[in-house]
């Protein structure tokens, strides 16, 4: 089970930090990634990070704003997201690789199998 957390509305330029609650799998044996789903438009990756921690994998759009991390010990994955943009605004998820110890970070949401229920980011301008 995956429990995002952090979510709300912040203005044009601000910050938020989304949380992610891990259960029931073996959490430091699985990459973690964070998806996005805007009103009308497809899921699409945000930023991923191998099982260990030691990479990681950020869409374009998203580049040098936002940080993905882990901390395996608290079964736990954070998104920092800086300078926020109108355009970030969606319900952000954060999903579970379906392979263990991959040495690839994957930005292709078909290879992840668990999902949780999802925090919506809401940036003014």
């Known amino acids: 089970q995956l429990v995002e957390s952090g979510g709300g509305l912040v203005q044009a330029g601000g910050s938020l930090r989304l949380s992610c609650a891990a259960s029931g799998r073996t ?22 990070i191998k099982w260990s921690g ?29 300078s926020l943009k109108p355009e970030d605004t969606a319900v952000y998820y954060c999903a579970s690789h379906f392979t263990p110890y991959r040495t690839v970070v994957s930005g292709n949401r078909d290879e992840y199998d668990y999902w949780g229920q999802g925090t919506q980011v809401t940036v003014s301008s």
């Open 27 to 48: 959490f430091s044996r699985y990459g973690m990634g964070w998806f996005r789903q805007a009103p009308g438009k497809e899921r699409e990756f945000v930023a991923g």
């Open 54 to 82: 030691a990479n990681t994998y950020y869409a374009d759009s998203v580049k040098g704003r936002f940080t993905i991390s882990r901390d395996n010990a608290k079964n736990t994955v954070y998104l920092q997201m800086n």
